[in-house]
């Protein structure tokens, strides 16, 4: 009898020695598969890293940005001042739909009454 539960006491224990065994063979797998998943997502994360790294310096820094917008006001200022300056010289010589050719044939028309205006003036007060 003593030695059917000696053999029954040895059993057990056998039993759960090996099932803690087994246990830790399955948290080990566990933990490695873990490990291993971990690793994969790091790996991944370093690689996008090394992506961000290797993009930055071909991106636009903030003072060419600033520099850029900068030219942009200089050039529509300059256009909006040829506008204005475009728009004084309608007033003055008149709308000016067509050529250069016929800028310059309203101006001389202008020069010419100008003229005929000054000798009308020089005959009037006797200056010659």
């Known amino acids: 009898m003593i ?3 000696i053999t029954g006491a040895a059993a057990g224990i056998i039993g759960v020695i090996s099932g803690q065994a087994l246990v830790f063979s ?4 566990g933990l490695s598969a873990q490990v291993k998943a971990v690793g994969g ?3 991944h994360i370093v690689a996008k890293v090394d992506e961000l790294e290797r993009a930055v310096p071909g991106m636009i820094t903030r003072t060419e940005v600033e520099n850029a917008f900068a030219q942009v006001a200089q050039i529509e200022a300059q256009r909006q001042a040829q506008a204005i300056q475009q728009a004084r010289a309608a007033q003055v010589f008149g709308s000016n739909n067509g050529a250069p050719g016929d800028l310059n044939t309203a101006i001389n028309a202008q020069l010419g009454a ?4 000054i000798n009308r003036i020089n005959q009037e007060f006797g200056v010659r």
């Not at 399955?26 to 797998?29: L, N, T, V």
């Not at 100008?114 to 205006?117: F, K, S, V």
């Open 114 to 117: 100008l003229n005929d205006r």
């Open 26 to 29: 399955m948290g080990r797998r």
């Open 41 to 43: 997502q790091v790996s």
């Open 3 to 5: 030695s059917l539960i």
